[in-house]
């Protein structure tokens, strides 16, 4: 009888011991997506609730390939955002991106997994910043260029400027992103009018364009 009850005692022990190892599960991150603007590629997540002590680890791998890769710069972070633009700059490639949740010592999420993302694709392209000036000769119109980035991969950019008069009339007129020149000039304008601009990014080859960039008005001479 003293040796059931001592045998007793020693699995119950047991049982105590292996239970308190078993680790938690956590929620895993939701809503993880890359937001890519002129190239720069963010993967982003939406932490679990009560998620103020938590850390979070990101992989990430080409689509099709097996292996998964640690990003490094995002391990055992607490924000809920990593880079990967340098990891993902290849706009032929398709790509994925994963964040688990951990909470120390052993408690962890699963992975959550992102949609397949392409940067050529994918990204969307900023609006560009209109620079005007008043003179003899008309209004002289200046853009600021896009991300380098952006000017790399397309060659072929340009903008479109529209011109608009008091009536609400619109006038379009292109301008190469890279001429030497940098300026367009908009000639044979009423004095004294008021005219309003806007600017806009093509990308012809993959028919993609930027949001009108925000009105500048401008009195003319």
């Known amino acids: 009888m003293t040796d059931l009850l001592l045998r007793a005692v020693l699995l119950g022990n ?9 680790p938690v599960m956590l929620a895993p991150p ?18 679990p609730a009560n998620s103020s002590s938590l850390q979070f680890y990101v992989q990430w791998k080409i689509y ?18 990593c880079d990967l633009s340098a990891l993902t700059s290849d706009p032929r490639e398709w790509y994925y991106a994963r964040v688990h949740a951990s909470s120390l010592p052993s ?10 993302f392409s940067p050529r694709w994918d990204t969307q392209i900023s609006s560009p910043v209109l620079r005007l000036n008043c003179t003899e000769q008309g209004i002289v119109v200046r853009v600021k260029p896009p991300r380098l980035m952006v000017r790399k991969m397309h060659r072929s950019l340009h903008y479109e400027i529209y011109l608009i008069d008091t009536s609400g009339q619109e006038e379009v007129h292109e301008m190469d992103c890279c001429s030497k020149a940098k300026k367009l000039i908009l000639k044979k304008l009423k004095h004294k ?29």
Not at 14 to 22: D, E, F, R
Not at 36 to 45: R, T
Not at 64 to 81: A, K, T
Not at 107 to 116: G, T, V
């Open 64 to 81: 099709g390939e097996p292996q998964w890769l640690d990003v490094s710069g995002c391990q055992g972070i607490q924000r809920p955002h």
């Open 107 to 116: 408690s962890k999420s699963a992975w959550a997994l992102s949609p397949r």
């Open 30 to 47: 939701t809503q993880v997506r890359f937001d890519s603007v002129d190239y720069k590629n963010v993967a982003h997540w939406t932490p």
């Open 193 to 221: 009018e008021k005219y309003c601009l806007q600017a806009q990014t093509i990308i012809p080859l993959q028919a993609k364009s930027s949001a009108r960039s925000p009105v500048k008005c401008v009195t003319t001479l």
């Open 14 to 22: 047991l049982g105590v011991c292996v239970t308190a190892q078993v």
